[in-house]
């Protein structure tokens, strides 16, 4: 059973940082992109950030600049450091993961618990 887990969500102040770490475990052959959505207070869930497992990055228009996505892929985890934090940033962050529990399944998209960001004016 796979699992991704999310940490490192909390209420800041508008220009201050946070880091978001996800880490996926259980049965995994193989993860292929990983990255960030999050869904604020009666808005649809949008990508953040996005990464290949070659490093390759996409962002949101809004986040450009300010946010960064990394990986361990040994470890088989993600991060999302957050700088520069406005009140539009505020949601529920949600890690995903396309991967493979074992050889013989092809690329499935599973999804963390979410993690609660919120940013004071």
């Known amino acids: 059973q796979v699992q991704l887990v999310e940490s490192g969500g909390g209420l800041v102040q508008a220009g201050g940082f946070l880091r978001l770490s996800c880490a996926a475990s259980?049965?995994?052959?193989?993860?292929?992109?990983m990255g960030w959505y999050r869904q604020g207070p009666g808005k649809q869930r949008e990508l953040v950030a996005t990464?290949?497992?070659?490093?390759?990055?996409n962002y949101a228009e809004s986040v450009k600049g300010r946010f960064t996505i990394s990986r361990d892929n040994a470890k088989n985890t993600a991060s999302l450091q957050m700088n520069s934090l406005k009140p539009e940033d505020t949601a529920v962050y949600y890690c995903?993961?396309?991967?493979?529990?074992?050889?013989?399944?092809?690329?499935?998209?599973?999804w963390g618990q979410g993690t609660q960001v919120t940013v004071s004016s």
């Open positions: 990464i290949t497992f070659g490093g390759r990055t």
């Open positions: 259980g049965s995994i052959f193989s993860i292929n992109n």
């Open positions: 995903y993961a396309a991967l493979r529990p074992t050889i013989r399944n092809g690329y499935t998209d599973y």
